[in-house]
Nanobody
Framework: EVLLLESGGGLVQPGGSLRLSCSAS????????MSWVRQVPGKDLEWVST???????YTEASVKGRFAISRDNSKNTLYLQLNSLKIEDTATYYC????????RGQGTQVTVTS
């Protein structure tokens, strides 16, 4: 059974930073592309970033240069460093084994507010 457990969300002011983590189990993490997606209530899931098994990274344009995805295969853990946060980054963030977020964890809330 695939299990994905996100953590690290919270309340932060604009311009602040957070580091999200996702602990993965139930599949061969080191061989799997992994993604972060996010969702605002009432809106569709939005793809944020993907890291392939070989470390290749793809990032959505609106967060490129501010968010950084990474992985530690020795710990079966996926990360998302969020810098220069904006109010519009407020959302629930999910890690997923697919870029559409069909198989994802329970999410961690990021709230950016002044």
């Amino acid at each position: 059974e695939v299990l994905l457990l996100e953590s690290g969300g919270g309340l932060v002011q604009p311009g602040g930073s957070l580091r999200l983590s996702c602990s993965a189990s139930g599949f061969t993490f080191s061989r799997s592309p992994m993604s972060w997606v996010r969702q605002v209530p009432g809106k569709d899931l939005e793809w944020v970033s993907t890291i392939l098994a070989d470390g290749t990274v793809y990032t959505e344009a609106s967060v490129k240069g501010r968010f950084a995805i990474s992985r530690d295969n020795s710990k079966n853990t996926l990360y998302l460093q969020l810098n220069s946060l904006k109010i519009e980054d407020t959302a629930t963030y999910y890690c997923a084994i697919d870029a559409k977020g069909q198989t994802r964890g329970q999410g961690t809330q990021v709230t950016v507010t002044s």
